[in-house]
C-alpha cells in the first residue's frame, strides 16, 4: 500500500518542483507580455495632431479671388496703392496674400509712382511688403524731388525682388539689373534705399555709363 502511494506521490511532487521553478520566471514573463501588448497598442492606434498635420493648418487657404483689384487709401482719402491679380490666395494664420501674374502700383505722399510685376507675388496684409518671384521687376518713374531737381527713371529686374513699399526699399539675394536712366549696372546680390539714392551690389558686379551730353546755349 505504501508503495502504491509512493509511486502516486511521486509525480505530484515532481509537477510541484517544476511549477516551483516556472514560478520564479512567471513575474518576468508577464512583464514582457505587458511590453509587447503595449507596443502593439502604440503601433496600432490612430494619430491625431501631428507636426505635419498642424504646420499643413497653418498654410490653408481661407478665401481666394479671381481677377481682382485691391486699393489701399491714406488718411486723407489719397490712394496708397492698388493690386491686380489673376489669382489671389489668402492665408489666415500669417495674413498673406499669394497672388499669380501680379501688379503692383504704389504712389508714395510725394507722388513718386512705383509699379512692380512678376509671375507670382506674396503679399503681407497691407500690401507694405511685397516679394516678387520670377520676372520679377519694379519701376520707379521719372519725378522731382523735394528740391525741384529731377529724379531718372529707375527699374530694377530679376528672378526674385523684395520690395518696401512704405520705406521706398527693394532688395535681393539674387542677381539684379538695375537701370538708372541711360545708365546700367548688374550685381549678385542688390539692395536699394530710395531715401538715401544708396545702391548697393556685391559679388560680380557690372557697370555701364552713359556718357552725359551738354548741349551748349545759344544766345
Known sequence: MNTMLRTLYQPWRRALRVWDR????????????LALGTY?????????????????????????MRKFTIKSFGENGQL?????GIEGRHFLATDTLEIDQPRVRSISPEG?????TGNRALSNGDASEVQL???????????????????P?????????????????VKSHKPVVLTRGGDQFTGDTFAYDSM????????????????????PVVR
Open 22 to 33: 516556472i514560478s520564479i520566471y512567471l513575474p518576468v514573463v508577464l512583464m514582457g507580455v
Open 40 to 64: 502593439w497598442l502604440v503601433r496600432n492606434s490612430p494619430v491625431f495632431g501631428t507636426p505635419e498635420a498642424a504646420k499643413s493648418a497653418r498654410h490653408d487657404v481661407d478665401y481666394f
Open 80 to 84: 496708397k496703392s492698388e493690386i491686380y
Open 112 to 116: 513718386r509712382l512705383v509699379t512692380s
Open 133 to 151: 518671384m520670377g520676372n520679377a521687376r519694379v519701376v520707379r518713374e521719372g519725378a522731382l524731388d523735394a528740391n525741384g531737381n529731377a529724379l
Open 153 to 169: 527713371r529707375m527699374e530694377f529686374q530679376g528672378e526674385f525682388l523684395h520690395a518696401y513699399v512704405n520705406e521706398e526699399r
Open 196 to 215: 538715401t539714392g544708396v545702391a548697393d551690389l556685391k559679388g560680380r558686379v557690372k557697370g555701364l555709363l552713359v556718357p552725359r551730353v551738354i548741349v
